[in-house]
């Protein structure tokens, strides 16, 4: 299986700061990587899939990037309705596996 | 626009089968893959498998003795099996559609799911 492996898995900051997360695969998986976003007692949203691409309902102050074995997401200027849980997720293979997860939470 | 709703018993016993009903609105059953995913209270995601129009179904190597899914056509429902089930398996269980492999655009709210004698 290929594993993935987030950092931080939690971090605190303020409205209106920069964040990044990481996601490290651990073979390549060229850009077969999507992100999701998920708040307490619901289901995870897609946010970005093929590394970079943003669904339509995100905001342009999120940006995938990444290929190979190393991926980022980072919201470029964090807002209220961001503070969540974010999941890196492969689908190079299966069987398709996620990131431990980053938490969000307000500083 | 697609929906998703998963259904089936909340409670069980060890050793028992886990049966749960993904129904599917707004879209057609007969496209796309459709998947299964847990997540553990307080834990991270994971993929159980997934089932296609065409029989192509691929289970996760960690479940595969224990998993079976079918898709029925005739309700737009597809459904998960998981047997002999044990504490382990407790979790909130998704459904979600995966468009050709490319990633799960759209969940359904999950169920809790708890194995408890």
């Known amino acids: 299986d290929i594993q993935m492996t987030q950092s931080p898995s939690s971090l605190s900051a303020s409205v209106g700061a920069r964040v990044t997360i990481t996601c490290r695969a651990s073979?390549?998986?060229?850009?077969?990587l999507n992100w999701y976003q998920q708040k307490p007692g619901k289901a995870p949203k897609l946010l970005i899939y093929a590394a970079s691409t943003l669904q339509s309902w995100v905001p342009s102050r999120f940006s995938g990037s990444g290929s190979g074995t190393d991926f980022t997401l980072t919201i470029s200027s964090l807002q209220p309705e961001d503070f969540a849980t974010y999941y890196c997720?492969?689908?190079?293979?299966?069987?398709?596996?996620f990131g431990q997860g980053t938490k969000v939470e307000i500083k | 626009q697609v929906q998703l709703q998963e259904s089936g018993p909340g409670l069980l016993k060890p050793s028992e089968t886990l049966s749960l009903t993904c129904t599917v609105s707004g879209g057609s059953i007969s496209s796309h893959y459709w998947t299964w995913i847990r997540q553990p209270a307080g834990k991270g995601l994971e993929w159980i498998g997934r089932?296609?129009?065409?029989?192509?179904?691929i289970y996760n190597p960690s479940l595969k003795s224990r998993v079976t899914m079918s898709l029925d056509t005739s309700t737009n429902q597809f459904s998960l099996k998981l047997n002999s089930v044990t504490a382990a398996d407790t979790a909130i269980y998704y459904c979600a559609r995966d468009p050709a492999s490319d990633a799960f655009d759209y969940w359904g709210q999950g169920t809790l799911v708890t194995v408890s004698s």
């Open positions: 073979q390549t998986i060229t850009t077969y």
């Open positions: 997720q492969q689908n190079y293979n299966a069987p398709q596996t």
């Open positions: 089932i296609h129009i065409s029989d192509n179904t």
